[in-house]
């Protein structure tokens, strides 16, 4: 049998799960009152209802409550996602002492409040994205970044967890005045899981690798009534988004090391990840030189004579964000206003959420201003720019999220963009001022229309509009002669070594290290802080940054889980057929010929490989290195190829190592010598040995015979020339 919190396949007598120590014997929870029944039970012992479907989950269909855009998200690219590694946060919400509650209620009347809690739940899962995998007789486990992986599933899952607690704290409140207490609790973990089978019901089969799916449920039995407990590897991914108090290690069943625990307490003061490097110390800015006097020449331009708009595009963790930073912390310098709206990642379903940081900007509201105060001072502000403002003011408050018409449509509608027009130049046609929209790829909808409206507005005003935004993004305003694209490319080697230094020190037994960190990076700087940041956290390095010793000699640089999580969101962005390509790809290596590929592939000789190589190549995943004698292509990233290798099952991978040893053998066979020790690794890579062993012999040999050669060769001239 399963075990069904961790899913781990237990002995056929087992009593506890042998992974994660869950007693298996009273854990099947009634799926109408959620009293715990013996396995083997057919009914329940409480309340009569059927148990045929228990044993972890009720009846309940995920797919009825999952969004129609992520249902058809994963059922498209189902198989390119099942039999995956993947980087999740799951999370467990039950309700405490539900028997308690079923008895007083009734089993009807339990049924319809538990209802409500699914869907209140449903909703805050969704809302971030999660998918619900399993319905356990009282509460819900939820994946935040499985099947379809997301770089920041942790700040997803925690997000959930609360905007769900809040709407549950608001039901509980209308339950008490009947006299009844409703609480929930809920616990988050993070690690990796291997997606299996995905079933048309969206239920998805997995493994938990690392205790990661049972040490969740852990942290949800050991959360108090009404809280949110994190495991340490959740809080140290949301560490500054969220504010989480210690609450101490705790032992847990099964794992012999205590597990330090964080309550979540709310969301903290941190917006982007570029916060939190701040939090930790921004690396010194090293090139950029170049970039940062081209925006001063164009923020010139805006300045005398008419707006202009610009552009940042590049991969993330290029450098986007700091750039910006660096151009608009000078601009502040000089007296410059600047107004900055922040994207969040999951703030692309979020209706007006981006326009609504930059209102909060323009009427210089706080966080915690509250509702009558905002209203006073939109009013008043807006009356002071136009008399004409005042039919204005509802929707303004609307669009703050504190409307009192309720309706606040998905799509920016004409009275808003009239008015965003009009507002956007009263505040900016008398005095310069810079505009910036960072991480503009993840701007909802609606605010996506309006700063439509601004870039088109802009031209008569002094305001220098600045977007950064990943490649995928490609915004309705680019264009026009007031318009101008900056392609940011990842660092120069020059560059990327003199951020190592600062970031390692320059101690000699960093040497090697440093190599392997810039061979590995290939110059992004968040990938490097990222490596380092990993390394240090491991011990494997000693002191402090900019001032490391290495403690212990390096076998493998570890993937940061934050790079492996942020590359698979990636690459899960692409379509079935490009990612099976990738993956393809990744086993053969980093740089690989165009027959080879065809061959491995099966991909034969339509065009279908041509069609996918294309995607790849204009997504940026590929660039073709040679066209002769024939095309050859690299990863652009080493670290792509490295995530779109280590996310696949042993399994698959071994299979793909056969098939490249066997299409070698076939396409080099004019020069197999050369290739022996490759087909030799593949070979050994797929678990055939006798066949490895039997190419490195061959490899050996040639060796042998090179030096021979070498030798061979090096003699001649000692030799007296013959007929001289
Ligand atoms: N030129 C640079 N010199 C030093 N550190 C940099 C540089 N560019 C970026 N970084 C650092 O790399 C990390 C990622 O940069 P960021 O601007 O957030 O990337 P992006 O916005 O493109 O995703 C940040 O911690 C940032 O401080
Ligand atoms: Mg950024």
């Known amino acids: 049998m399963r075990c069904p919190h961790c899913r781990h396949e237990t002995r056929e007598r087992a009593r506890f799960c042998g992974t994660c120590g869950a007693s298996l014997e009273s854990s099947v929870s009634c799926p109408r009152c959620a009293t715990i029944n013996p396995l083997g039970q057919k009914f329940c012992d409480a309340c009569g209802e059927s148990l045929a479907s228990a044993g972890g989950a009720s009846e309940r269909d995920a797919r009825a409550y999952t969004p129609r855009h992520l249902v058809e998200r994963i059922l498209t690219t189902r198989s390119a996602l099942e039999g995956e590694r993947k980087q999740v946060s799951v999370l467990f919400a039950d309700v405490v002492d539900s028997m308690r509650l079923a008895e007083r209620l009734g089993a009807e009347e339990w049924h319809r409040v538990l209802d409500r809690i699914f869907a209140i739940l449903s909703a805050g899962i969704h809302r971030f994205e999660g998918t619900i995998n399993q319905f356990t007789g009282d509460g819900v486990m939820a994946l935040f970044g499985a099947p379809v992986a997301h770089e920041d599933h942790a700040r997803r899952a925690c997000h959930a967890a609360l905007s769900a607690m809040s709407e549950l704290h608001a039901y509980a409140g209308a339950l008490r005045a009947r006299g009844l207490e409703l609480s929930v609790r809920m616990g988050i973990n993070s690690g990796e899981v291997v997606v299996g089978k995905i079933g048309d019901d969206l239920r998805m089969d997995y493994t938990a690798q690392g205790y990661c799916v049972g040490i969740a449920a852990r942290m949800q039995q050991l959360a108090a009534a009404g809280t949110v407990l994190l495991t340490e590897s959740t809080a140290q991914l949301v560490e500054g988004f969220f504010a989480l108090a210690d609450v101490g290690p705790r032992s847990i069943k099964g794992v012999s090391a205590e597990i330090r625990t964080f309550e979540l307490r709310g969301v903290g003061p941190r917006r982007t990840r570029l916060d939190g490097s701040a939090l930790r110390g921004l690396s010194r800015l090293i090139g950029r030189e170049t970039e940062l006097t081209w925006l001063d020449g164009i923020l010139t331009r805006s300045m005398e004579s008419t707006g202009q708009i610009v552009g940042v595009i590049g991969e993330a963790g290029v450098g986007k964000s700091r750039l910006c930073l660096e ?277 034969g000789d339509g065009h279908d490989l041509d069609a996918v190589l294309g995607v790849l190549q204009d997504e940026e995943f590929f660039r073709l290195v040679t066209l002769s004698p024939k095309p050859e292509y690299a990863f652009k990233h080493p670290l792509v190829c490295e995530v779109a290798y280590l996310s696949q099952l042993g399994e698959r991978r071994a299979q793909v190592h056969a098939a490249v040893a066997t299409a070698l053998e076939k396409l080099r066979s004019d020069r197999l010598g050369e290739y022996a020790s490759l087909i030799a690794h593949h070979w050994e890579a797929s678990g055939m040995r006798f066949e490895a062993a039997r190419w490195k012999r061959r490899a050996a040999l040639r060796v042998a015979n090179i030096k021979v050669g070498v030798r061979g060769v090096r003699r001649r001239p000692a030799r007296p020339p013959e007929n001289g």
């Open 327 to 603: 151009f608009i912390q000078r601009c502040r310098a000089r007296g410059i206003p600047v107004h900055e709206v922040h994207c969040p990642s999951h703030g692309a379903t979020v209706p007006w959420l981006a326009i609504r940081e930059l209102m909060r900007g323009y009427f210089g509201l706080a966080p915690d201003t509250a509702a009558d105060s905002i209203r006073r001072t939109v009013e008043q502000q807006l009356l002071a720019l136009d008399a004409g403002f005042a039919s204005a003011v509802p929707l303004v408050l609307e669009i703050l999220g504190i409307g009192d018409s309720g309706q606040r449509p998905a799509r920016a509608t004409p009275q808003a963009a009239t008015f965003m027009r009009r507002f956007f130049r009263l505040q900016s046609t008398s005095q310069p001022g810079v505009l910036f929209l960072d991480d503009a790829h993840w701007i909802d909808r609606a605010s996506d229309e309006l700063v439509q409206v601004i870039a088109a507005s802009v031209r008569g005003t002094q305001t220098l509009l600045l977007a950064n935004f990943r490649p995928e993004y490609k915004p309705a305003w680019i264009g026009g002669s007031h318009y101008h694209q900056l392609a940011l490319s990842p660092l120069g080697e020059e560059a990327s070594r003199e951020l190592v230094r600062d970031l390692l020190g320059s101690d000699g037994s960093l040497d090697e290290l440093s190599a392997r960190i810039l061979e590995r990076t290939g110059g992004s700087p968040f990938f490097t802080e990222e490596v380092v940041t990993a390394l240090a956290a491991s011990g494997s390095l000693l002191g402090e940054r900019g001032a490391y010793r290495l403690a212990t000699p390096i076998e493998g640089l570890a993937l940061p889980v934050t790079v492996q999580a942020l590359l698979a969101a990636r690459i899960d962005r692409l379509g079935e057929r490009a990612k099976d390509l990738l993956q393809v790809a990744a086993v053969i290596g980093k740089q690989f010929d165009e027959p080879l590929l065809r061959e491995v592939s099966g991909l």
